[in-house]
């Protein structure tokens, strides 16, 4: 779709689920790909393997979104290995869900921690970089539950709608720069995340979508390769909802 030959692409969370589908397409497209995983090796393992055939084209680091000195050392070693980049998706999620009554503190810290503090460590780091280069495109991830947050959320939604207000303002900070930054919001995309949905949400919540089904990883990266493309060069601030009309 589009052409990423010469661009060295930031993925975080991009070993598998959305992340993996956006990882993927970007390597399709011919860019030069760096993904990153937290923890779960077997899976970061599975996804070398799959795509072997990119081998001379991919990075896959470990670290941390949460912690800072890490995110700085990942930044450092980015410009030792490769000097610059010029896309950063902010992808690594968690959700944690409970009624707020019950909710753990320490579930409302992680799952603020992942999804809102790590984008922001992510891209404090990147901006410094991308304002030298005087170009660059931010995508971070959010959801569809930054509108419609359901009961037993509130940590999850309340993080996501940070996370529109920080994409909206950090995009007026940087755009005579060059640099664009936008939100994709998924709604419910087949990965790990929903595996736990009980059946009888699952049905009530796929008779919600007007498109009747869930959506898959690949139709997820579409989107975010335009906003990432040299073509979506007026597009900034915006929310781009991928989400069968929810
Ligand atoms: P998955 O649970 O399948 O994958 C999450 C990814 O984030 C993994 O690669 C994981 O790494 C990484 N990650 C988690 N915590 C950290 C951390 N502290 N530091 C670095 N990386 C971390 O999630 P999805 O693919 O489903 O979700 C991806 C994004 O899409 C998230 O932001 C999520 O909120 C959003 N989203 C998903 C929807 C869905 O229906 N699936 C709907 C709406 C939004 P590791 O593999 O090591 O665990």
């Known amino acids: 779709m589009f052409d990423f030959e010469g661009q060295t692409i930031i993925i975080t969370g991009g070993t598998r689920g959305i992340g993996k589908g956006i990882s993927e397409a970007f390597l399709k497209a011919g860019a030069r790909v760096i993904t990153t995983y937290s923890t779960n090796e077997s899976a970061a393992a599975r ?6 055939q990119f081998a001379g ?3 896959v680091r470990k670290f941390d979104v949460t912690g800072y000195e890490e995110v700085e050392e990942f930044f450092r070693y980015i410009e030792t ?10 992808n690594a999620g968690i959700r944690k869900d409970s009624v707020l009554a019950m909710m753990k503190e320490s579930d409302w810290h992680d799952v603020m ?3 809102l503090t790590g984008i922001f460590y992510m891209c404090k780091l990147a901006v410094m970089s991308l304002m030298r280069k005087r170009y660059g495109r931010i995508i ?7 509108r419609y947050a359901f009961e037993g959320q509130a940590n999850y939604a309340a993080s996501k709608a940070g996370l529109v207000a920080l994409t909206r303002s950090l995009s007026k900070e940087v755009a005579t ?5 936008n939100c994709v919001s998924p709604g419910f995309i087949t990965t790990e995340l929903i595996h736990d949905l009980p059946d009888k949400l699952r049905e009530a919540y796929l008779a919600r979508i007007p498109l009747k089904r869930f ?6 990266a579409a989107c975010v ?9 007026y597009v900034t601030g915006s929310l781009l909802e991928v989400a069968g009309g929810l």
């Open 113 to 115: 921690n992942v999804n």
């Open 177 to 181: 720069r060059g640099i664009t930054v």
């Open 81 to 90: 290995e490769y000097g610059s980049f010029e896309v950063l998706v902010n």
């Open 225 to 233: 390769l335009f906003l990432a493309s040299r073509e979506a060069s």
């Open 47 to 52: 996804f070398k393997r799959d795509n072997e």
């Open 215 to 220: 959506g898959e990883p690949e139709e997820v």
């Open 57 to 59: 084209s991919l990075d």
């Open 140 to 146: 971070n991830i959010g959801s569809v539950m930054e």
